[in-house]
């Protein structure tokens, strides 16, 4: 059963998905720290190659399955128009109400 978004414990992080969700890329970036980091599977990706990329040219889309830590891990069915759905894991850094990294992989 999906975690309705509205329903996530960590502002931010509910903010992130939101604009993840509206394809909202000013929204989204506005909610990374200046030198805003991640990775993909291990692997360090650019910010702003990736989640273009993944996210925004691909119509990428957060169904959340599960939070904890807070709400700053998060378990989502992710899907976009490359890759279709896969279940992936989500893990949020927040300081001064900015995200200063996060990472996905699957899960």
């Keep these: ?9 960590e502002p931010v992080v509910r903010a992130f998905v939101t604009a993840v969700n509206d394809g909202d890329k000013g929204a989204f970036q506005a909610l990374l720290a200046p030198g805003v980091t ?6 360090e990706r650019d910010v702003a190659e990736w989640t273009e990329k993944e ?5 990428g ?8 830590d ?3 891990a998060l378990v989502v069915d992710y899907r976009n128009d ?23 992989g699957q899960a």
């Design 1 to 9: 059963m999906a975690v309705a978004v509205e329903q996530l414990s």
């Design 61 to 68: 889309h957060m169904d959340v399955v599960s939070e904890g």
């Design 38 to 43: 991640m990775s993909d599977d291990g692997s």
């Design 70 to 72: 807070g709400g700053l």
């Design 82 to 104: 490359t890759w279709g759905t896969m279940r992936t894991a989500w893990r949020f850094v927040v300081d001064g109400g900015k995200v200063t990294r996060f990472e996905t």
């Design 55 to 59: 996210i925004f040219s691909s119509g």
